[in-house]
């Protein structure tokens, strides 16, 4: 509790928002100056009665506590009203910090089960003026009123016997650890939780979802969805069914404990009326500091446990923010790009294997790539293309062997430094919520819209963007803009080609470019793809064994190894595994239902060859 409450003020101290703790400490002030206030009014009045003073002393007294009494609420209202606003901008500043970490982790992170729930349940933590994020400062503001006052009640009651003091205490002690064992129950099952969180966002995402919206109807998921999600939410409710009533057996002892503390100190007060004849004043004065030192000691060790469940969300938080990167960043050795423009990538004995798996996807990986060759990676589904392409532009980092740049291994660099070396069209797209210029430019000032031109053109999509009525301004992802235009399948992997290009790095990678493209479109991208990828290293990667004649070299992997190694000719007269994939696959574009294998090889081979 003591960590966080200074990451905090240390947070609001650095963001040049010290009135935050500043403000807590006034309200904590008047607060306790305003309670003193409401304490000793009866017992002050009282006592001028009983003195029988003249009755303007006693109207003198009653403007004097009132005026005070005003000045102490005004002010309170004031300093109420004014820190919402700093408390809302740490919270804000706290969500910024928590975006970013989620924008720049290491990719391995994005697929941490570990990693997106503390994500998850760290952005639960400042979603809301209720949530710990904004709202320690309440409590940390009540705690200082709270143990203010104690001491100036301990001080005041000790005139009369420690030993009310004692009980007082001894009873809310023994409350609070109890009650601090049983609030810790959602912290020891934090990633409970966050699985029963993780699957109702899921399904709510997927739900919600624009490109499912056909599969929804087509194959009626509706009510399986509605299924799923309702079997979540009850996994979750008993959930806290089961919390709440274990937190119920919590709010029983401090029920016990509190009438046990509270009849004591009133018997023991009563006691000393008897024996020791009191004044009315005097007692009025006692019966209620009693009540108020109940009241405080209760609501300082409420406090505390507040503070400490609070201490535990942000700890997640913390955690979140402060989970390792397994790769180096502005701590690594800055690369620049045009100076690798001319560059060669190795792979040494490279293997990789997913976390928790029984086997390596990738195993001995041995690879030379060098600017300016066109590099054509095959094989069946599964068989690690796509992992492979990963390891390639630094999103993953091999568990054994190790990638050179230019003869350095990459885990020296900075890793976003490394990635400015490559353009990259994966299978899973990234459309902004922007217009079709800033897509491509993947920025939204500086844009060189003769360059967005040239790489449409280059992509095959600049007559489909001339042809729209707004043409690079049209907007795209309707879920943001209701004007918004939807691009086809085919249309927006051109669009994320042209990105590419645009980008115009060193290093081009391509993971099944065309997939969505017509065999026409497919042609024509094949009969550019020298053209793009001119003096640049291209990789590209495809299940298409006809779409690789183009490339200088075809690596063919299977077994988590590179089975074979050459160009479209020499692996057809290898008569290996890739002649054996190629013809299989040649058979569904050949006339005639029947099948030759050693006629469609013949074939093949003197029509290639």
């Known amino acids: 509790m003591f960590q966080n409450t200074c990451y905090f003020i240390t947070l609001a101290w650095k963001e040049k928002e010290k009135k935050v703790p500043i403000l807590c400490l006034l309200l904590a002030g008047f607060t306790v100056i305003n309670n003193l206030l409401n304490l000793y009014i009866p017992p002050v009045i009282l006592g001028v009665v009983e003195q029988r003073k003249s009755i303007s002393r006693l109207l003198i007294t009653i403007l004097c506590f009132l005026a005070a009494n005003m000045f102490c609420s005004a002010v309170l209202f004031y300093i109420h009203t004014n820190a919402l606003f700093g408390r809302i901008t740490v919270r804000t500043i706290l969500a910024r910090k928590l975006n970013k970490k989620a924008a720049v982790t290491s990719y391995p992170n994005v697929n941490s089960q570990e990693c997106i729930r503390m994500s998850t349940k760290s952005h639960d933590c400042i979603n809301g003026n209720s949530a710990a994020g904004e709202a320690i400062w309440n409590t940390l503001t009540w705690l200082l009123q709270n143990c203010a006052g104690f001491l100036i009640y301990v001080f005041l009651l000790s005139s009369v016997d420690l030993f009310m003091i004692a009980v007082i205490l001894a009873t809310t002690i023994t409350g609070y650890f109890v009650s601090k064992y049983v609030n810790s129950y959602e912290y020891r099952h934090r990633d409970e939780i966050a699985d029963y969180e993780n699957r109702l966002y899921y399904i709510r995402e997927q739900a919600n979802n624009y490109s499912a919206a056909k599969d929804i109807r087509i194959f009626g998921i509706r009510s399986w969805l509605e299924e799923l999600y309702e079997k979540a939410m009850n996994s979750y409710a008993s959930f806290y069914h089961k919390a709440e009533s274990v937190y119920m057996w919590a709010r029983i002892t401090d029920l016990l404990l509190a009438f046990l503390r509270n009849g004591i100190a009133y018997l023991y007060l009563i006691s000393l009326v008897l024996k020791n004849g009191l004044t009315a004043s005097e007692f009025l004065l006692y019966f209620t500091a009693v009540n108020g030192f109940t009241a405080w000691v209760t609501g300082m060790i409420d406090n505390l446990i507040t503070l400490h469940r609070q201490s535990l969300d942000i700890s997640i938080v913390r955690e979140y923010l402060e989970y390792p990167e397994p790769f180096c960043f502005e701590e690594g050795e800055p690369l620049s790009c045009h100076k690798h423009k001319n560059c060669e990538i190795r792979f040494e004995n490279v293997s990789f294997r997913y976390p928790e798996a029984d086997h390596d996807t990738l195993s001995n990986i041995n690879l030379t790539l060098h600017s300016g060759e066109k590099l054509a990676v095959v094989g069946l589904n ?175 992997i299977e077994n988590a190894k590179i089975a074979e190694t050459g160009t479209h000719k020499e692996l057809l007269e290898r008569g290996g595994r890739y002649s054996e994939l190629f013809i299989v696959q040649s058979k569904y574009y050949q006339k005639g239902g029947c099948y030759d294998e050693e006629r469609e090889r013949n074939d093949f081979m003197e029509q290639h060859i």
Do not use: W
């Not at 070396?421 to 500086?446: D, G, K, W």
């Not at 024509?524 to 640049?536: F, N």
């Open 382 to 556: 599964g068989a690690g293309k796509t992992t492979f392409v990963k390891l390639l532009c630094g999103l993953l980092d091999p568990t054994e062997g190790r990638i050179l740049l230019d003869g350095k291994d990459i885990r020296e660099y900075n890793r976003r430094d490394y990635y400015c070396m490559f353009s990259a069209v994966f299978q899973n797209f990234s459309l902004l919520p922007a217009s079709i210029a800033v897509n491509i430019a993947q920025s939204e000032t500086e844009i060189d819209i003769l360059k967005v031109k040239e790489c449409a053109e280059k992509a095959g999509i600049y007559s489909k963007i001339e042809s729209l009525p707004k043409k690079y301004e049209t907007l795209l992802n309707r879920e943001v803009f209701e004007d918004a235009i939807m691009l086809s399948g085919g249309e927006t992997q051109r669009l994320m080609l042209a990105r590419a290009l645009y980008k115009d790095a060193p290093v081009i990678v391509l993971d099944e470019p065309t997939a969505a493209l017509d065999s026409i479109a497919e042609a024509d991208i094949y009969e550019k793809y020298s053209e793009m990828t001119k003096g640049k290293l291209s990789v590209y990667i495809s299940h298409r064994l006809a779409s690789t004649r183009f490339c200088d070299c075809i690596i063919l």
